[in-house]
């Protein structure tokens, strides 16, 4: 990961609607987010995180009405319980950003529509379109799938009204020699390719305000035209900036701003690769480094989606499970930029085979037999030959999550095999000194790699072990001065009933 400013590391989630409740797809989209943020503390960047939710779309007003409620009810209500996901998963955040809270947020959104104004980006004209409510936006007829949305399956609206448009057209050259150059990254290389076979085809101008009518007056007004209100898109994306002060405290914006990752759904990368870009280059500000394209959680192979109505509770099941459980399976299970199909019986077959089996006996055995040795432990270094911590970072620095919490496994397993071989339960003295030493450190280490992964399972692993929280250049066997204090097994297995 290239830095563009050395020791800082300034990452996004997604800003979700809050249409209705969160899913698990917004869960893996969290942890995958906080895996990264927390490998960048590991490494020791000051990190900043934002979230939020994306409040002043079209589809929370339709959603409010359907309810009987009123918008502004809907949104407190939703955004407490993705904010609640956000607290109960262990996202990181620094930074959680409501864009209907007008005065954190919307002096900003003017002031982005303003620059985008003097650049001569903004336009109004008389247009009839096809308009899915569920993506909040416009697609031609060839865009459709038999007359339907590709994403939602839903045949579009047919708007017609005048509205302000951006001149997108204007940056289709710039956008293909960012994307093509590497300087605005898109990961992994198929979303790149994707994204710019799109831009190729010809950038059209788009819609950046709805009718104040046709949104019932909810959301960001334009600047002296309180008949229109921003579109949705134009006014979320620049909680990027806004949550780092941009249009309120411009010494705390000019510390974080450009992002360095931007994590998203497939879903959304013609808005964050595409309009974002060009927005910024209108209003002559600096571009984001890299976009992370995640895949889709699907259940019998099906997209889960809120419009689609095939949700999964995550709060439902990190009250069954445990958080680090759920965390665990979705960066094993779902490598990013793929698809993954989420089951209860593989989540089970992970915490029995891995969890409780691998990483919860290991530390149990260990502490167990280090509790009853009466003499003082210490020894030689002989099991951190068995670490490969390069290719843990390797794959952190390619984003492959999956693989770098598999390269700690790795490890985790060749600790199983050290106590194996050495059957310290038959050894004495100094024997075995040196090979609880080695096992202590080893769990010490274990501790450090998962902590962005199961961060609360590693500090009850550090609880047990009697030392503090590390960083990644405390992976080396040194001086082993914890005072063990063993507690309960880390996970419980799972009587399969699925």
Known sequence: MIHLVKGKFY????????????????????????????????????????????????KNVQAAEEAGITTRQLCDSNAAVFRGLADKIGLSYDSFLRSSISKDHWPGVN??????????????????????????QFYTESELVNGLCPEHKRKPEIVE??????????????????????????VPETRKHEVLSFVKQGLEDFSVSRSAKRLKGWGVPVPSDDSQIMYVWFDALNVYQTSIGFGIDEKKYKKWWPANLHVIGKGIVRFHAVYWPAILLSAGLKLPESILVH????????????????????????DKYSVDAIRYFLVKEIPIGDDGDFSEKALINRIN???????????????????????????????????????IQDRMENYQLNEALEGAWEFIRATNKYVNENEPWKLQGKELSNVLYNLLEACRVISILVSP??????????????????????????????????????????????
């Open 11 to 58: 990452i996004t989630t997604a800003i979700p609607y809050v249409n209705a409740a969160p899913h698990i797809g917004h869960a893996l989209e969290f942890v995958q987010t906080d895996v990264i943020a927390r490998w960048h503390k590991l490494i020791g960047d000051e990190v900043f995180l934002t979230t939020g939710a994306d409040e002043n779309a079209q």
């Open 111 to 136: 002031k982005l529509w303003e620059l985008c104004k003097k650049s001569g980006d903004i336009y109004k004209k008389k247009y009839r379109g096809l308009y899915c409510v569920g993506c909040e």
């Open 161 to 186: 009204e005048e509205n302000y448009f951006f001149r997108l057209s204007k940056y289709q050259k710039q956008i293909e020699k960012l994307i093509e150059s590497g300087k605005l990254k898109i």
């Open 295 to 318: 895949g889709y959680i699907t259940l019998n192979g099906q997209k889960i989606s809120k419009s689609l109505g095939n949700t999964i509770d995550p709060l439902e099941l990190f």
């Open 353 to 391: 085979g891995e969890l409780v089996a691998d990483l919860g006996n290991l530390v149990y055995r260990v502490l167990s037999l280090s509790e009853k040795f009466k003499g003082k432990i210490e020894g030689k270094p002989e099991l951190d030959k068995r670490l490969d911590l390069k290719k």
């Open 453 to 498: 992964f199961i961060p609360e399972t590693s500090e009850k692993i550090n609880e047990q072990l009697g030392v503090k929280e590390g960083e990644l250049k405390d992976c080396k066997f040194e001086k082993f001065i914890g005072k063990i204090k063993k507690g309960q097994y880390l996970f419980k297995k799972i009587e399969d009933k699925i």
